[in-house]
Every structure is written in C-alpha cells, then in structure tokens.
C-alpha cells in the first residue's frame, strides 16, 4: 500500500481531522483516506443524480407566470 507524507499541513486542519476521526471512531489515516474517497467519488458522479436538485424553491410556483413576470420586468 502506498504511504503520503504531507509537508507544510496546517496545524488547525490537522487538529479538526483528528478531532473528527475520534468523533467518526476512525483512526487519523482511516477518516483522511475517507473523506478523499467522497470527495474523489462525488467528481465521477453522473449528471443524472443532479435530478430533482432545486426543486424545493420553486414548489408552488407556476412556471409559466414566472416566466412572463420575469419578461414584464424587462420593460421597465
């Protein structure tokens, strides 16, 4: 397995990932490894799971009148 030697790690990140860790009962490596993984993961999503995103602000407007308040607007 591979092994990642960090230089320069900041001293406050490297508190609240311990932290974390303890909080997440995971070791220091275990909790990095992680949250890498998510972060790794959630960039090779498809845009298909972006489905229904949004949608809870417009719950209850009527599109098609939004639309013509909106090109109202423009007039003035």
């Known amino acids: 397995m ?3 030697n960090i230089k320069g790690f900041p ?3 490297y508190e609240e990932l311990r932290e974390r860790a303890q909080r997440e009962h ?3 490596t275990q909790e990095v490894i992680h ?3 998510r ?3 959630r960039e ?3 845009v298909l799971e972006l489905r229904g995103l ?3 602000p417009w719950k209850g407007v009527g599109a ?4 013509a308040e909106e090109r109202n607007a423009w007039d003035d």
Do not use: T, Y
Request: charged residues 30%.
């Open 2 to 4: 591979a092994v990642l």
């Open 11 to 13: 001293d406050d990140l």
């Open 26 to 28: 995971r070791s220091l």
């Open 35 to 37: 949250l890498l993984q």
């Open 39 to 41: 972060v790794v993961d």
């Open 44 to 46: 090779s999503r498809s």
């Open 54 to 56: 949004g949608r809870e």
């Open 64 to 67: 098609a009148r939004w639309v």
